[in-house]
């Protein structure tokens, strides 16, 4: 979290001061980069997507995670922590939980993906 609160910080002042846009360019990439995160990942044997967001909520700095399998199901699996490291496993996880809930996996298959 002390890498993104001194990106957020340099991001700050880079924005006030007078500088070079080049530079501001380049910080706010840096802080892109390390607050949102895109990808695909693999579950039970499918290709999934992921998707992590920063959120500002009652003053406190959240990451909202969702998890998402297009091709096998709607299902959507949803995480808000203010953990940057562990909001796409609990998006996982609460991907796992519903589709378990549906009978679309069984609780032998979800259990990995639950701890």
């Not at 992590?52 to 990451?63: A, H, I, L």
């Not at 091709?71 to 949803?78: P, Y």
Request: aromatic share 12%.
């Amino acid at each position: 979290m002390s890498r993104i609160s001194l990106l957020l910080v340099l991001l700050s002042i880079v924005l006030v001061a007078p500088s070079q846009d080049y530079l501001k360019e380049e910080l706010f990439n840096e802080v892109k980069d390390a607050l949102f995160d895109f990808g695909a990942i693999e579950i039970l044997d499918r290709v999934c997507n992921y998707r992590v967001m920063p959120r500002f909520e009652n003053w406190r700095f959240y990451f909202k995670g969702d998890v998402w399998c297009p091709g096998w199901t709607f299902i959507k699996g949803e995480s808000l922590t203010r953990s940057r490291t562990r909001v796409v496993n609990k998006a996982i996880a609460d991907f796992a939980q519903k589709a378990l809930a549906q009978g679309l996996i069984t609780q032998e298959d979800a259990q990995p993906l639950l701890e």
